[in-house]
């Protein structure tokens, strides 16, 4: 009776998952609605500067979330949840500070929010949930209907008067249903699985180029309606509303620069220039505009101001540069992307209407084609070709050809939104110049300094020598004993002073680079930082003293954040020459989130390389690792005699 048993409950089971499958599907299919709108609402929070769209985004993981869940339970197949870990709460420190990289918080809701905000951005998981509630109403939502909708349709042809249609369809709908749930559980774990080597994932830059493919098509029409607007504004009031449209304008094409880089990997650097001062007033409140030889006078500063953007807009290459770059667009789309987006376009197209004619057909519905007519009635030369093969096949040509002219669409963007020669030499020059300008103000700070430390500190202590000496003299033939005791007391006062010459002079320059070269600098530093620190080294001769002294105190200011901040157990640091650089790199195991913000320690070290032609480039994602690198062009001359080595392992 046991096994009979066992066999009726089996047996019910499974004439219960047959007889559940359209409700189940009907209940699949609502998630699959709820795919754009939530898009939308999270597109609409993300852009229009809503204070929180990192809430609306991790809210909206609870659709993906269900799927996963019912996949599972309806479908027999477990996806795990695929997300980051969430950051931990911030901390206060000893001082009642929360810190969130160079920034401090007396709440803990900012640094809290923004740790939050960095999570959702960078797990690759949202990006997944993201086209997974784009593309699941077109794959997911056929796939959840199609039991309800042959049993739906089979009832309906039943109550039409045509039975054994109706009752074969309705049949086939409950005999599908559970295989269409499994086949939908599979569809859900290709985006809402952990990301794997599978070959969703190899097609998918493929398959996204393809797509942004097609967006690039419809963004050429915002283009050209821009240009319509600034064409306007030129010949109907002569550039006079021209410079109203501008910053509109330099928006969008700022957006779509960052997006060709993002998209193929072309960065197109910025080429505006900085927008004009604020005018100042003469003696008399009026405000001057100069053109050339020419000059105009203005009674208020809005006029000025106005006066000052219009001449800043016709100047800028850049601004006519982006308007033939706007007016351009919308005909090297139609020649270069618009034979890929069709193709792409047009195989969904076909492949979904195929999908349902065949739907409709199987149910007993009328229709004014069949599935072999479709592709004859769209494209004539293709007549005897199956319909879903032609259109695939067309989809997988525009998907494949995709990144190809992605790439060569933004190379020829490039031409007109990239910075000319000349506008790239300006810039450097300027760039240059202020380098020089921000490392003469430190020099002269630093002199400054010096000058203030000798003055309160060395010069006093030896002023107090020879005072002592002075008075030691006096006594030495009446007080032998109290002379003595002076002259004891000087030379006590010239050690302090000598050891605070030295501490001077290691702050200016320290002995060791002057003696035995940066290797053996940076080997003495890494003895002294307060956690363990690896030094490797592969430099074959010696930078100018100046080059080597920044990256020196560049290394040094590294290693104090990173013991104070940083949280680290570990440091390495790489000193190299290669390719004409040297180059200095810092890693350390802390828990990350370090930025360079201006007036800290990272910004001066930035500022500091600057006079050098030199780069500072962190990275320091939440949970670490960092890794800084300090970089400045030079050559070498002969090598000092190498020493032995610090803390850690050398490679020389």
Same mark, same amino acid.
Request: hydrophobic share 50%; glycine share 10%.
């Given at each position: ?56 985004? !991790?809210?909206? /993981?609870? &659709? ?7 996949a %599972? ?13 969430a950051?931990?709460?911030?901390k ?26 960095r ?26 209907? +199609? ?25 086939l709908?409950?005999? $599908? ?18 990301a794997?080597a599978?070959?969703?994932?190899v ?6 180029? %393809? ?37 509109a304008? /330099?928006?969008? @094409? ?20 900085? !927008?004009?001062?604020?005018p ?16 105009? $006078? ?50 969904? $197209? @076909? ?7 065949? +739907? +409709? ?68 020059? %300027? !760039? ?14 630093? &002199? ?16 107090? @020598?020879?005072? #002592? ?7 030495i033939?009446?007080d ?12 006590? *006062? ?8 030295? !501490? ?17 600098? @940076? ?21 100018a003293?100046?080059?080597? #002294? ?25 000193l190299?020459?290669t390719? %004409?650089? *040297?180059?200095? #790199?810092? #890693? ?13 320690? *990272? ?17 320091s ?32």
């Amino acid at each position: 009776m046991g096994r009979s048993w066992g066999v009726d409950v089996g047996t019910g089971s499974r004439v219960l998952a047959f007889a559940a499958a359209p409700v189940r599907g009907l209940a699949l299919a609502v998630p699959a609605m709820l795919g754009p709108p939530l898009l939308v609402v999270l597109f609409v929070t993300g852009h229009m500067g809503l204070p929180s769209p990192a809430f609306f985004v !991790e809210h909206a /993981r609870r &659709l993906p979330a269900l799927a996963r869940w019912l996949a %599972g339970r309806w479908g027999g197949v477990e996806i795990p949840a695929p997300y980051r870990p969430a950051p931990e709460p911030p901390k206060r420190d000893a001082e009642g500070w929360h810190r969130d990289g160079d920034d401090l918080y007396r709440s803990a809701f900012v640094p809290a929010y923004l740790a939050r905000l960095r999570w959702i951005a960078g797990d690759p998981a949202t990006t997944r949930d993201l086209w997974w509630m784009a593309l699941n109403p077109v794959i997911g939502g056929p796939l959840a209907l +199609l039991s309800p909708g042959l049993l739906g349709g089979g009832l309906a042809l039943a109550w039409l008067q045509r039975p054994a249609t109706g009752g074969a369809a309705a049949l086939l709908g409950i005999a $599908v249903g559970p295989a269409s749930l499994r086949w939908h559980a599979r569809w859900s774990g290709v985006l809402l699985a952990p990301a794997r080597a599978n070959p969703a994932t190899v097609l998918a830059p493929r398959v996204s180029a %393809g797509l942004r493919v097609c967006v690039s098509v419809g963004l050429a029409f915002v283009a050209a309606a821009l240009a319509t607007v600034q064409l306007l504004a030129i010949l109907v009031t002569l550039t006079r509303l021209w410079p109203d449209t501008v910053p509109a304008v /330099r928006r969008f @094409v700022s957006w779509r620069r960052a997006q060709m880089g993002a998209w193929t990997g072309a960065r197109i650097a910025e080429p505006y220039r900085g !927008e004009p001062p604020a005018p100042v007033p003469d003696h008399n409140g009026s405000y001057r505009t100069a053109w050339g030889d020419f000059g105009t $006078v203005h009674r208020t500063r809005e006029s000025a101001a106005r006066a000052r953007r219009w001449q800043w807009t016709v100047r800028d290459p850049a601004s006519w540069r982006d308007l033939a770059w706007l007016a351009l667009e919308l005909p090297v789309a139609a020649v270069l992307l618009a034979g890929p987006a069709a193709l792409i376009a047009g195989g969904a $197209v @076909v492949c979904w209407l195929w999908v349902w004619i065949s +739907l +409709l057909l199987l149910a007993g519905a009328r229709v004014p084609w069949s599935p072999d007519d479709l592709l004859p009635a769209l494209v004539p030369a293709l007549a005897g070709v199956p319909a879903p093969v032609a259109a695939v096949a067309a989809a997988a040509l525009g998907f494949a050809v995709g990144p190809v002219v992605l790439r060569g669409h933004a190379a020829l963007s490039r031409l007109l939104l990239g910075p000319t020669k000349a506008a790239v030499m300006t810039r450097r020059i %300027g !760039e240059l110049a202020t380098s020089r300008t921000r490392l003469s103000d430190a020099q002269a700070a630093e &002199l400054r300094r010096i000058e203030r430390d000798l003055h309160d500190g060395a010069q006093t202590r030896w002023i107090a @020598v020879g005072m #002592t000496l002075a008075a030691a003299e006096d006594l030495i033939t009446r007080d032998p004993q109290a002379a003595g005791d002076l002259v004891a007391k000087a030379k006590d *006062l010239s050690v302090s002073a000598l050891a605070e010459l030295r !501490e001077l002079i290691r702050g200016i320059h320290p002995p060791v680079l002057a003696d035995r070269g940066l290797a053996d600098a @940076v080997r003495t530093l890494a003895l002294d930082a307060p956690l363990e620190a690896e030094v490797r080294v592969a430099v074959g001769g010696q930078a100018a003293a100046p080059i080597e #002294t920044a990256l020196y105190f560049g290394v040094s200011e590294l290693l104090a954040n990173i013991a104070k901040h940083a949280q680290a157990r570990k440091v390495l640091v790489d000193l190299r020459h290669t390719d %004409g650089v *040297l180059k200095a #790199t810092v #890693t350390d195991d802390g828990r990350g989130g370090a930025t360079a913000r201006p007036g800290g320690g *990272l910004h001066g070290i930035r500022r500091r390389l600057e006079g050098f032609d030199g780069v500072l480039t962190l990275v320091s994602p939440p949970g670490g690792p960092t890794i800084a690198t300090l970089e400045i062009p030079c050559a070498l001359s002969s090598p000092r005699t190498p020493s032995s080595s610090g803390k850690g392992s050398s490679t020389c």
